[in-house]
């Protein structure tokens, strides 16, 4: 089944020419079927390209899917044409009335500032307030995640002694694997990390609302989520695409020449004239379907009543 996003979207273009099937408003409104209502807060700087990668994953899934795109109002916006804001996203404001199936929140380059020092970090804590009644599920992504394991638990994130960077393994822990989340996974299975930072793990290893679902021995904790579904947090970067980080790392070459570090387990032979090793995209994929299946699957016909659900727990 499609996802439904404007026909004008960059994206759009792209995943077409990748046989992804996307539908435009006009031809979902014949269809007679309530889609999943997905919101992305966007708030990675090159935002088209974050759309793009999180759109083909989303894609994946035999539902009918509906995207809106929203980004912070308090933050002004360096790298995005500010046409594609005014064309494609919206502000808190202008929905904070709907409700969503699912919520997906993105990464953002502010993970070395403390939390409230971040411009738009007030905005931020009212979207996840507001997300407790209006969102069935949330999902947030590498400072999203450290951003929602904060403001929910209260668990602070540390830096590093140097940046976590590369395709890292991971395992499944066989004790959570009974979770409709990991279902499929293979015991073993890579990913991407790219940051400096990391929510505390003895914090989070003591919070009693969440579970850790797969961690890496050199990446730390990377699929956490709350035991009553309602919010999965993933400290790596499942989105990125073949060469993200080989850009990352070009970019950091320019400004710290030999200081930058090297991905991690992602040039052959660990040489950065050599290809990528993509080997992180069936995970990727499976972690999208599963976690749209457990929203598809648990959230009310009418999405209206779920203020009243959530209310009643």
């Not at 700087?45 to 999180?54: G, M, N, R």
């Not at 064309?87 to 009335?97: A, L, P, S």
Request: aromatic share 12%; glycine share 4%.
């Amino acid at each position: 089944m499609p996802i439904i996003i404007p026909d004008n979207l960059p994206a759009s273009s792209v995943l077409k020419k990748e046989n992804v099937f996307v539908m435009n408003d006009a031809r979902a409104l014949l269809q007679d079927i309530r889609p999943l209502k997905i919101l992305i807060l966007n708030i990675m700087p090159q935002k088209i390209i974050t759309e793009t990668q999180l759109l083909r994953l989303i894609s994946n899934s035999p539902l009918q899917i509906e995207i809106e795109l929203i980004a912070p109002a308090s933050h002004e916006s360096k790298n995005t044409p500010k046409e594609h804001l005014l064309d494609f996203y919206k502000t808190f404001d202008e929905i904070k009335e709907n409700y969503y199936d699912g919520l997906i929140v993105t990464g953002a380059p502010v993970e070395l500032m403390n939390f409230e020092d971040v411009d738009y970090w007030d905005e931020i804590k009212v979207i996840l307030e507001w997300s407790k009644t209006h969102v069935f599920s949330s999902m947030f992504i590498c400072w999203g995640a450290q951003a929602g394991l904060y403001y929910f638990h209260g668990i602070e994130k540390v830096k590093l002694p140097k940046k976590i960077t590369g395709i890292y393994e991971h395992t499944i822990n066989k004790e959570k694997s009974y979770r409709r989340l990991v279902r499929g996974f293979d015991s073993d299975f890579f990913a991407p990390h790219s940051r400096y930072t990391a929510s505390s793990i003895d914090q989070i290893r003591s919070c009693d609302e969440v579970d850790i679902l797969a961690e890496s021995k050199e990446a730390g904790a990377y699929l956490i989520a709350e035991k009553d579904g309602s919010r999965v947090y993933v400290t790596g970067h499942p989105e990125y695409d073949k060469y993200m980080l080989d850009n990352e790392y070009r970019r950091d070459l320019v400004k710290m020449e030999d200081k930058a570090p090297l991905p991690k387990h992602y040039y052959r032979n660990d040489d950065y004239n050599e290809d990528v090793m993509e080997r992180w995209k069936s995970h990727a994929y499976l972690l999208f379907s599963n976690w749209l299946n457990m929203v598809y699957q648990d959230t009310p016909f009418k999405i209206e009543d779920l203020e009243n659900l959530r209310k009643s727990k």
